[in-house]
C-alpha cells in the first residue's frame, strides 16, 4: 500500500445555498457517486442502479418536501438571508425545539417512521458537534490557533459546511466483529480496526475498518467510536474523529444483500422505497485533509465525545420523534386491518390495539418530557433533557419486537394470503376481486393494506428493521449499564434510609 501521492479531497466549500430540492441532492450524487459495492460489482451511479435508485428518489422526496409551500416554514428555518433544513438549527428555547420536533415528525412520517437513518439524524450530531466544538481543542493533539490542528475551529467550519450545502451524511463508529474479548489493538493485524498510520503535511492517513454504516448513499461520513475504547495507552491510534466526502479515494463502502428487488410499491411498499442500505467500510490508506479532522490519539476525549458536546442527546431526541412516527405507523395499519376484516369487537383483539397505544403515548410522553425538562447547556444549547431520551432509547428497543408480532396476530392469514399485483391484473382477476374483498374495502386495497402489513412485519425489510431497532443506537446490554450508571438514584436511596431510620 502506498501512502504518497494521493489525490487530495476539495477543500470544504462555504458558499452553499442552504437547503436543497430533491433534483440537487440527485445530480450532486451523479457527480460524486459513493464507492459503493453490491454482489461484487462497484455502482457507477446510485441513481440510476436497481439496488439503490428507489432509495435515492426517497431521499430526493424528502429533501423536496422542504420546498413545499405548506411545509417549508416548519422545515427549513432563515438565517442571514438564507433557508436552512431546521434539523441544522441551534434550539435556544423550548420552542425551537418543539419546531425541531415537529419537522422531525413530518420527516419521519414521509417513511412511516422506517427510514431510519434520514439526515435529521446526523444534522443533529454535526449540529451540537459544531455549537460544542470546543470540547474538541481540549484533545491532547490539538493546537488552538493552528491552521491544522485547531479541532474546535475544524469542528465548527464542518458544521457550517453540512449546514449551508446541505449536505447527507452517514457515519460508522464501531470496529469489525472480529473478537470482541480482545482490544482493537490486540487483533491479529494492527489495522483491522481503523486506524491512524502516519501524519502528512496534508493530513492524516487511516488504513482499517468500521462495520457498519446505514445509508452509505451519502455525500459524506462522519467517523467517531462510539463503542468506547479500552485502549489502556493514553495515545491510541485507534482514537480518532472526522468526516470526510463518501468518495474519497481509498474508501469503500461493501454494501449487504439488497432488499429493495424491484417489486412494484403495491407489492412492496417499503422495501421498494425506504431500502436505505446498510455497508461495512473500507478504509486503504486514505488521507483525511487536516480540516476534516477533529479528534487524535486522544482516548478519553474520544470515549466522551457524544456525551460532551450533547450531541447524543439532540440525535436521541431525533429518534423519540422518529419511533413516535413508526408506532403511530403501526397503530393505523394495525387499526386498518381490524376495521377492514370486522374484528374490533373481540376483547382480545382491543387489548392488541391497546398495547400499542400505550407504546405510543409512553414515547410521546417521553418527547414531551424530554422537551419540557430542557435546560441550556454550557455552549448555550437547549438541551433535551437526558433521563427521559435515556428512558426512550432502552424502552424502545426492548419492546419494537411486539409490534410487528401484534400485526402478524392481527391479520393471521391475511397478511400472507396476498396476490400480488400481477395476480390482481391476470386471469384470476375477477376472482381474487370477488373474495378478496373486505366488508368495507375492494381486493385492491384490502392487498395494499395487507401488503403493508406483511412489509412491516415479515418481509426480509421488516426483519432488518427487526435487527435495526434492537442495535442501531447500541447494544442494548451496555446501554442498560451506561444509563445505570449516569442515572441519579440519591434522592430516592435517602428517602428510603430516611424511612428505615423512623423508629
Ligand atoms: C441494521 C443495523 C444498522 C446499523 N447502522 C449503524 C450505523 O449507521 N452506524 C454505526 O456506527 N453503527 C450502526 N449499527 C451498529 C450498531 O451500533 C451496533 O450493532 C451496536 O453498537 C452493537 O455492536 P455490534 O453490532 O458490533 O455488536 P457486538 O459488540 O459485536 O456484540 C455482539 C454480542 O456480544 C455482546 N458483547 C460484545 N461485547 C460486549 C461487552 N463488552 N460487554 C457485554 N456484552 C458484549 C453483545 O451484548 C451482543 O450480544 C447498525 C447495526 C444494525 C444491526
Known amino acids: 500500500m502506498t501512502t504518497t501521492a494521493r489525490p487530495s479531497i476539495p477543500p470544504m466549500h462555504q458558499d452553499g445555498t442552504g437547503a436543497v430540492t430533491g433534483a440537487q441532492f440527485l445530480e450532486r450524487l451523479r457527480q460524486n457517486p459513493p464507492t459503493l459495492y453490491i454482489d461484487g460489482q462497484r455502482v457507477e451511479d446510485p441513481t440510476t442502479h436497481p439496488a439503490t435508485a428507489n432509495m435515492c428518489r426517497s431521499l430526493a422526496g424528502l429533501y423536496d418536501l422542504q420546498f413545499q409551500e405548506d411545509l417549508k416554514d416548519t422545515l427549513t428555518y432563515e438565517e442571514g438571508g438564507k433557508r436552512y433544513a431546521r434539523s441544522f438549527m441551534i434550539p435556544r428555547t423550548k420552542d425551537d425545539l418543539r419546531l425541531i420536533a415537529e419537522s422531525h415528525r413530518i420527516r419521519a412520517n414521509y417513511g412511516l417512521g422506517f427510514l431510519g437513518r434520514a439526515p435529521d439524524y446526523m444534522n443533529a450530531n454535526v449540529m451540537a458537534a459544531g455549537v460544542g466544538a470546543e470540547y474538541f481543542n481540549a484533545c491532547s493533539a490539538a493546537i488552538p490557533g493552528d491552521p491544522k490542528r485547531d479541532f474546535a475551529a475544524n469542528m465548527r467550519r464542518y458544521y457550517e459546511f453540512i449546514r449551508d450545502n446541505d449536505l447527507c451524511l452517514t457515519h460508522a463508529l464501531t470496529n469489525p466483529q472480529v473478537n470482541r474479548a480482545k482490544l482493537a489493538s490486540e487483533l491479529p493485524a494492527p489495522y483491522i480496526a481503523l486506524g491512524i498510520v502516519e501524519e502528512t503535511e496534508e493530513g492524516v492517513i487511516v488504513r482499517g475498518a468500521r462495520m457498519m454504516?446505514?445509508?452509505?448513499?451519502?455525500?459524506?461520513?462522519?467517523?467517531?467510536?462510539?463503542?468506547?475504547?479500552?485502549?489502556?495507552?493514553?495515545?491510541?491510534?485507534?482514537?480518532?474523529?472526522?468526516?470526510?466526502?463518501?468518495?474519497?479515494?481509498?474508501?469503500?463502502?461493501?454494501?449487504?444483500?439488497?432488499?429493495?428487488?424491484?417489486?412494484?410499491?403495491?407489492?412492496?411498499?417499503?422495501?421498494?422505497?425506504?431500502?436505505?442500505?446498510?455497508?461495512?467500510?473500507?478504509?486503504?490508506?486514505?488521507l483525511v485533509p487536516w480540516e476534516r479532522i477533529f479528534l487524535l490519539y486522544d482516548v478519553e476525549l474520544a470515549n466522551k465525545a457524544y456525551a460532551g458536546t450533547d450531541a447524543v442527546l439532540h440525535m436521541a431526541y431525533q429518534v423519540v420523534n422518529l419511533k413516535i412516527a413508526k408506532t403511530e405507523a403501526f397503530l393505523g395499519t394495525a387499526q386498518s386491518i381490524v376495521n377492514a376484516i370486522g374484528s374490533g369487537q373481540f376483547q382480545h383483539v382491543q387489548s392488541k390495539m391497546a398495547e400499542i397505544i400505550i407504546m405510543l403515548e409512553i414515547m410521546k410522553a417521553l418527547e414531551v418530557a424530554a422537551r419540557e425538562q430542557a435546560e441550556p447547556n454550557e455552549y448555550g444549547v437547549m438541551t433535551p433533557a437526558r433521563a427521559p431520551l435515556d428512558a426512550a432509547r432502552n424502552y424502545y428497543p426492548a419492546n419494537h419486537a411486539r409490534l410487528p408480532e401484534l400485526l402478524q396476530l392481527l391479520g393471521a392469514s391475511g397478511i400472507i394470503m396476498m396476490p400480488s399485483k400481477a395476480d390482481r391484473e391476470g386471469p384470476l382477476g375477477p376472482q381474487i376481486a370477488k373474495y378478496l374483498q373486505t366488508g368495507n374495502a375492494s381486493a385492491e386495497d384490502r392487498l395494499r393494506l395487507f401488503r403493508l402489513a406483511w412489509d412491516m412485519s415479515m418481509s426480509s425489510f421488516a426483519g432488518r428493521q427487526e435487527l435495526y431497532e434492537r442495535f442501531f443506537f447500541g447494544d442494548p446490554v451496555r446501554m442498560h449499564s451506561a444509563l445505570y450508571e449516569v442515572y441519579d438514584s440519591s434522592e430516592a436511596v435517602a428517602r428510603i434510609q430516611e424511612f428505615l431510620n423512623r423508629r
Not at 459524506?220 to 468526516?243: C, H, Q, W
Not at 439488497?258 to 461495512?280: K, M, N, T, Y
Open 213 to 286: 454504516a446505514t445509508l452509505p448513499i451519502a455525500d459524506e461520513i462522519l467517523i467517531f467510536p462510539s463503542t468506547v475504547l479500552r485502549e489502556n495507552a493514553d495515545k491510541s491510534r485507534y482514537a480518532m474523529g472526522f468526516g470526510i466526502p463518501t468518495n474519497t479515494p481509498g474508501l469503500s463502502f461493501q454494501c449487504r444483500e439488497p432488499i429493495d428487488v424491484g417489486r412494484d410499491p403495491e407489492d412492496h411498499p417499503l422495501s421498494s422505497r425506504f431500502d436505505e442500505q446498510d455497508a461495512f467500510v473500507i478504509f486503504d490508506d486514505v
